[in-house]
């Protein structure tokens, strides 16, 4: 049984340019989080899926984000036009979601540590 | 609004002492979840305890043991007799039951450094 994984580990940039990440959550989880933590902080809400459908977007999501979860398993985390404050750990977690019940624990990925210079 | 604090930036402490992480948190949800969960260097968030907000029972798992009490919206962890491997960076979080999405809402995280 594999945990939450997330590629790459490491993302060195330029400022201008786009970046991918991409987070495999755990088998079955239906529900994908995605976070942002910078340092000193904890981790930030960014934006949530459940199967394929993202449900819940943070102010803290500017549009040079986009999220997304086409067939309801992985998920990719674009960031256009990259700027020095985006230098960060973005943080995927997934968990199941329980019918008729409240949801079960997040479990995170290793993450991606972004640098923009 | 929701809010986690932990007012503890950084602990240093000599390996077998006992240590306590403070978390106090802000809701007007009747329902919520409390969290714990443990960042080592290599930085991938461990999960360490999930709580209810109906659930004020204590709980110990091995050297690790969680106080949570509702009356000082408060729910604090204490390691018993500290290893080095215990050292890490320790988040306390809270997600709402009115929250549909059930983000984790974190507090800014304590560092905990076990000397040997």
């Known amino acids: 049984d594999t945990g939450v994984s997330q590629d790459p580990r490491h993302k060195i940039t330029k400022r201008g340019q786009n970046v991918t990440f991409r987070c495999d959550p755990i088998?079955?989880?239906?529900?994908l989080y995605w976070y942002r933590q910078t340092l000193g902080q904890g981790p930030e809400f960014l934006t949530y899926?459940?199967?394929?459908?993202?449900?819940?977007k943070s102010r803290l999501l500017s549009d040079r984000f986009s999220a997304e979860r086409p067939k309801g398993s992985f998920s990719t985390l674009e960031i256009q036009r990259t700027e020095q404050g985006d230098s960060a750990m973005y943080l995927c977690?997934?968990?199941?979601?329980?019918?008729?019940?409240?949801?079960?624990?997040?479990?995170f990925g290793p993450g991606t540590r972004l640098t923009v210079l | 609004a929701q809010k986690v604090t932990q007012a503890q930036t950084e602990i240093s402490v000599v390996e077998k002492e006992d240590v306590t992480l403070d978390c106090v948190y802000e809701?007007?949800?009747?329902?919520?979840?409390l969290f714990w969960y443990k960042q080592p260097p290599s930085g991938e968030l461990v999960f360490l305890i999930r709580?209810?907000?109906?659930?004020?029972q204590n709980e110990i798992s091995g050297r690790y043991s969680w106080n949570f009490q509702k009356s000082t919206s408060s729910f604090n962890f204490t390691i018993t007799a500290s290893q080095v491997v215990d050292s890490a960076v320790y988040f306390c979080?809270?997600?709402?039951?009115?929250?549909?999405?059930?983000?984790?809402?974190f507090g800014s995280g304590t560092r905990l450094l076990v000397r040997p």
């Open positions: 709580r209810n907000s109906f659930d004020e």
């Open positions: 979080a809270l997600s709402e039951g009115r929250d549909s999405s059930y983000k984790l809402i």
């Open positions: 809701t007007r949800d009747t329902t919520y979840y």
């Open positions: 088998s079955e989880h239906n529900r």
């Open positions: 977690a997934s968990s199941p979601r329980l019918a008729g019940g409240p949801t079960d624990t997040q479990y």
């Open positions: 899926f459940q199967n394929e459908a993202q449900l819940e």
